[in-house]
């Protein structure tokens, strides 16, 4: 789950670390409000759940509080589109009206859990700002990273070696080492899975300061974080992920492609994405229904592909092993009586209980095209999505 940038901020100064002053406004009327209040050039920041807004023309320097309501007025109710949101961008409605910070450096700190060593790795340098992903490809010398091992949590060394790294010198290498450490206690109290202050800032009077903030929290630790479930906007998120979700299907991700796929299992779940590339088409979205032990979410996942426009045909590649191939079968099946299903249908089955899979789907007379193997699926899978029927 991830959150807008007011909230991030909002518990950065909780754990102690230096913020702008400002507030979030839902109208221009209370943005020139609080740009009054703050007396003096303001930023008004468009909240989405992307970054690259810069860029995108979402962050707008004013000078009074009436360019910030006018800056307000342009930002809420539209669309912004960033390189990290689709093509149809995200609604902005709010905005964040902020102190302008005279900052004379644009650092880089995160903490993301690293699949690589299955630990929480922090990331610093001293090229921070929107360039940030240019930096890392063409000049990764200029990235520091530290593994933190939970046992022993975070060390001084650490920080002091990082903030090195970031170019800070004297009293600041201090202030960054307790500013690291108050994120990684951040980062562990709410079960992040991604922390980011990008750029950290630092100011004219030499002191760091948090200038955007990113965070995103692991889905699986929610249910002991009530207030920051609270936080979820939902208005952010793909409605048909948000549909998804409704329906009980929890790893749905939409994609751009014309394939709708049901798998279970994730590993498989990508595999599939991939040849389905592979054989020459694009996958309508990812979803594993996992191990089920009623058809619902079979239908539910039919639900899913009749809700989204842009699936032309449906691949059901379903290898049995917790979750059992009849169980499956009967769900395509009700999904059938219940709903008239206007694209073809392939549907790979192998593994637990596969014969009476495939008795339960040749007597009940549904139409659909069955595949002998993954690859075999997935070829008819694209051709039947190009309107070619084999
Ligand atoms: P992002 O593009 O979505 O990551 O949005 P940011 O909040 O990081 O803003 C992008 C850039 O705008 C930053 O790297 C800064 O250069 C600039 N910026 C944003 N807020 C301020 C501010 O208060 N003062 C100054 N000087 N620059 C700012
Ligand atoms: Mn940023």
Redesign the pocket.
């Known amino acids: 789950m991830k959150v807008h940038e007011y909230q991030a901020k909002a518990l950065l100064a909780e754990h102690g670390i230096p913020i702008?002053q400002g507030r979030a406004a839902s109208t221009p009327d209370e943005a020139r409000r609080i740009a009054a209040d703050i007396d003096g050039p303001v930023?008004v920041?468009a909240q989405v759940y992307a970054?690259?807004?810069?860029?995108a023309g979402g962050?707008r320097l004013t000078e009074s509080a009436a360019d910030a309501e006018k800056a307000a007025s342009d930002l809420i109710g539209s669309r912004l589109v960033t390189p990290q949101t689709g093509s149809d961008g995200a609604p902005v409605s709010k905005v964040l009206v902020?102190e302008?910070?005279?900052?004379t450096r644009?650092l880089y700190l995160s903490i993301l859990v690293d699949s690589a060593s299955h630990l929480p790795l922090m990331i610093a340098s001293e090229a921070g700002?929107?360039e940030i992903e240019e930096v890392a490809q063409s000049s990764p010398e200029r990235i520091f990273r530290c593994t933190i091992d939970p046992a022993i949590g975070f060390q001084p060394f650490q920080g002091r070696r990082l903030a090195y790294g970031m170019g800070l010198t004297g009293g600041q290498v201090r202030e960054a080492t307790q500013l690291m450490k108050s994120l990684y206690r951040l980062f562990l109290d709410k079960d992040c899975s991604l922390a980011e202050i990008?750029?950290l800032g630092v100011t004219t009077g030499g002191d760091l300061l948090a200038?955007?903030a990113k965070m995103n929290f692991d889905d699986s630790a929610l249910y002991r974080h009530k207030d920051i479930q609270e936080l979820q906007d939902k208005e952010q998120e793909d409605p048909l992920e948000v549909q998804a979700r409704d329906w009980g299907i929890s790893s749905y991700v939409k994609m751009e492609g014309d394939i709708g796929c049901m798998v279970n299992g994730a590993g498989l779940a990508m595999a599939v994405n991939d040849l389905i590339q592979y054989c020459g088409g694009r996958a309508a979205n990812f979803l594993d229904i996992g191990t089920l032990n009623n058809p619902d979410r079979v239908v539910n996942s039919f639900k899913m592909f009749l809700a989204d426009p842009s699936v032309r045909a449906v691949l059901v590649n379903i290898f049995g092993g917790m979750a059992r191939v009849d169980v499956i079968a009967q769900g395509i099946v009700d999904a059938f009586r219940q709903m008239d299903i206007p694209f073809p249908v392939v549907v790979r089955l192998a593994g637990t209980n596969l014969d009476e899979g495939q008795r339960i789907l040749t007597h009940s007379g549904i139409r659909f095209i069955e595949a002998t193997d993954f690859y075999d699926g997935a070829q008819k899978a694209v051709q039947a999505a190009k309107g070619v029927t084999g």
């Open positions: 702008p930023v920041k970054g690259g807004r810069g860029k962050i902020e302008a910070s005279d900052v644009e700002g929107v990008n750029p200038i955007d």
